[in-house]
T-cell receptor, first 110, second 115 residues
Framework: GQSLEQPSEVTAVEGAIVQINCTYQ??????LSWYQQHDGGAPTFLSY????GLEETGRFSSFLSRSDSYGYLLLQELQMKDSASYFC???????????FGTGTKLQVIP | GAGVSQSPSNKVTEKGKDVELRCDPI?????LYWYRQSLGQGLEFLIY????????KSGLPSDRFSAERTGGSVSTLTIQRTQQEDSAVYLC?????????????FGPGTRLTVT
């Protein structure tokens, strides 16, 4: 079946850099996405990787290695407002079923 | 433009009652997804629509759950004979295409509490 594993919690200092990892198992693969969700809010899209390598969007970057079934989200110049849960997600198997990871709760401290 | 809207925002119901949750996707988005999220947990895929068709219903937890979409727009998720374990936030998302791992736009969710 499909599964995506992430660390459950990460704590980092304001202004620092943090990396959130995602490892996955799937019978097919169409790309890896990342979403941010603040407490009580809806998930919002951050980035998408269809091919290996690094995608950069402002302070956020996302990396994918399909051969290693691994990706990560890199957040630079952390701000207090970055405190949220982060989910990786993929679509696989030729169907439109989207599987989300277990989620990583990021706490940014002063 | 308007984003994805869901109604009601909160629903409290008694065990055994039926509930209907509504999702209005972004105009022109052909793909629509329903997810369930329990407190502090990840998103559980329920069902996907491409137009009015649901190619994949495998995520629906039981036959008490059903969903439909009409006119390629509004979707309704119905839960019959609700149980306490159905309590969760139900999220709807839409996308301009069926490429689910590309950007999905989420609604604010419906918080369902079964007492």
């Amino acid at each position: 079946g499909q599964s995506l594993e992430q660390p459950s919690e990460v704590t980092a200092v304001e202004g620092a850099i943090v990396q959130i990892n995602c490892t996955y198992q799937t019978s097919g693969f169409y790309g890896l996405s990342w979403y941010q969700q603040h407490d009580g809010g809806a998930p919002t899209f951050l980035s998408y990787n269809a091919l290996d390598g690094l995608e950069e969007t402002g302070r956020f970057s996302s990396f994918l290695s399909r051969s290693d079934s691994y990706g990560y989200l890199l957040l630079q110049e952390l701000q207090m407002k970055d405190s949220a849960s982060y989910f990786c997600a993929h679509q696989s198997g030729g169907y439109q079923k989207v599987t989300f990871g277990t989620g990583t709760k990021l706490q940014v401290i002063p | 433009g308007a984003g994805v809207s869901q109604s009601p925002s909160n629903k409290v119901t008694e065990k055994g009652k039926d509930v209907e949750l509504r999702c209005d996707p972004i105009s022109g988005h052909t793909a629509l997804y329903w997810y369930r999220q329990s407190l502090g947990q990840g998103l559980e895929f329920l069902i996907y629509f491409q137009g009015n068709s649901a190619p994949d219903k495998s995520g629906l937890p039981s036959d008490r759950f059903s969903a439909e979409r009409t006119g390629g727009s509004v979707s309704t998720l119905t839960i019959q004979r609700t149980q306490q374990e159905d309590s969760a936030v139900y999220l709807c998302a839409s996308s301009p295409t069926g490429q689910g791992t590309y950007e999905q736009y989420f609604g604010p969710g419906t918080r369902l509490t079964v007492t």
